[in-house]
């Protein structure tokens, strides 16, 4: 009897082991299934390509650096900044850039929907994937240690330099390698650390510095190493060749720009676009520029007009900023119209005989007083103070921004037009004091002369694609400079 309850309990025990295993097997499916639930995805927008299309605006998130965006001369350059505008040319979009003022916030400022597409150079990881989507990559590289040679490395020989420096990504372990949080490259130095079999400390940078910034931080030996991609890390190093860069950390990484994974149709619309631009030349001839033209990068840097370097726009700004009191407008805004008008040569003269920064014509010259219309000081008070006169004749229009577009326009084609342009509107149940989608398109409208030929116009034809762009170019112009350049309020504020 005893034996029987030992086996019969010995079967119950196996049973029992069973069923367990059983459920031990099972467990892992069920885990991995709730881990396969992204709450981040399920929660984030769902806007796609028809409602961008629909909005007529495509909102990207750049960066503010020396190769993705930047002011130069007055004008808003970078490899990112060209190739948006001509995917926005190509989707018939407007562009309309937001710059990110903190990289590890990117994923949730587009998750949210508040930009379309993060149109700054990312690796393409697998743990990224988890929350966005890439699109096709844009170019290739690899991620390279950057370490400063000795000062005195002219005067080393090869084998002395050699004992200074890192030649050997081993030569890393128990050594401290900074870079920004958050980064593709704090991914890539824990991988090494794994390969390598050894440990390398990594120093967290704030992710509001851009890579270009870091570089610089190596060259004062604020930092010891860093990472970079290679591409970013030359046209850096063509400048400060006492950076070495030679010691690649990474196999081949694609670079792309960045969607919502609920964004589909707008993540094939890119597709389609980048996979196109990559065989057109002018994709190369963009690339090169930012990327590998040394010569246009040393210059820049050393600019007195370069956004990342100084707060300034042009040589005449405190000009400007003087002259600009009595207008009581944003000095920027300005400062946009005079790079329109001439891009801060005070030489310039046009097809139809305007001179000097402001673009004055001479009859208009001699009115405002201006005996010298190539001298600076001149240009600038005479500019203003007719701007001044021709935005005193609109106190109908009671909103601020369109009474000033109404007056850059004037400036541009005269007063009488855009008169013109406002009765014409009215007349075709259009608002006559709002400039955009209203009178705008009615100085567009008197090209024709089923137009310009009525009763109700009295100074006939105009050019009126002239002050349409004119206008809209200056204002687009003007966003960029508020992105780069602190007025002096902010400034205070700064500081304060």
């Known amino acids: 009897m005893l034996f029987y309850d030992k086996k019969i309990l010995f079967t119950l025990f ?24 992204n709450e981040i995805v399920a929660n984030s927008s769902d806007r796609d390509y028809q409602e961008i299309k629909k909005d007529g605006v495509l909102r990207a998130l750049v960066v503010y650096s020396s190769t993705s965006y930047f002011l130069y001369k007055g004008q808003p350059m970078g490899f990112e900044y060209e190739l948006l505008q001509r995917l926005a040319k190509h989707l018939n979009l407007k562009l309309e850039i937001v710059v990110s003022d903190n990289l590890d916030t990117q994923f949730e400022v587009l998750n949210r929907g508040d930009v379309d597409v993060i149109a700054h150079g990312m690796t393409i990881t697998n743990q990224r994937k ?20 000795p000062d005195n490395f ?10 200074h420096v890192i030649d050997d990504p081993l030569d890393l372990i128990g050594d401290t390698v900074s870079v920004r949080k958050n980064s593709s490259y704090v991914e890539r130095i824990v991988s090494l650390a794994n390969e390598i079999g050894g440990e390398i400390y990594i120093d967290t940078l704030d992710s509001k510095l851009s890579t270009g910034e870091i570089i610089d931080m190596v060259v004062d030996g604020k930092v010891k190493y860093t990472i970079a991609d290679e591409n970013l890390a030359k046209i850096n190093a063509s400048s400060n060749p006492i950076l070495k860069i030679d010691v690649p950390i990474s196999f081949s990484q694609r670079i792309a720009w960045v969607t919502r994974k609920k964004s589909k149709n707008f993540k094939k619309v890119i597709n389609e676009w980048i996979v196109s631009e990559r065989k057109n030349l002018d994709y190369f001839v963009i690339y090169n520029k930012y990327f590998k033209n040394k010569r246009f990068f040393k210059r820049r840097i050393k600019s007195d007009y370069y956004s990342l370097t100084n707060n300034q726009i042009s040589e005449y700004d405190d000009l400007i900023k003087e002259y600009t009191q009595k207008l009581g407008w944003d000095w920027r805004l300005l400062a946009s119209q005079i790079y329109q008008e001439s891009k801060f040569d005070p030489k310039a003269k046009s097809w139809a005989g305007a001179k000097g920064l402001m673009q004055i014509m001479p009859p208009t010259a001699e009115e405002l007083g201006i005996t010298d219309v190539t001298d600076p000081v001149q240009s600038i008070r005479g500019g203003t103070t007719y701007l001044n006169q021709i935005y005193e004749r609109f106190t109908d229009v009671p909103d601020e921004i369109n009474r000033i577009k109404f007056t850059l326009a004037s400036f541009n ?11 014409l509107a009215a007349a075709n149940e259009l608002d006559p004091l709002i400039w955009e989608d209203n009178v705008d398109k009615m100085l567009l409208a008197l090209r024709f002369p089923k137009n310009y030929n009525k009763e109700i116009i009295k100074y006939g034809y105009v050019r009126g694609t002239e002050p349409f762009i004119y206008v809209e170019q200056i204002f687009d112009r003007f966003q960029h400079y508020k992105q780069f350049i602190e007025d002096d309020d902010q400034k205070n504020e700064t500081t304060q």
């Open 413 to 423: 084609c005269g007063y009488g037009h855009v008169r013109d342009a406002q009765r």
């Open 130 to 149: 988890w929350e966005v989507d890439f699109t096709e990559h844009l170019f290739l590289t690899k991620q390279v240690l950057v370490q400063k040679k």
């Open 14 to 37: 196996t049973i029992l082991f069973f069923l367990s295993a059983c459920q031990e097997k099972k467990q892992p499916e069920i885990i991995q299934k709730t881990a396969g639930i």
């Open 154 to 163: 002219r005067k080393m020989s090869w084998s002395t330099l050699q004992k």
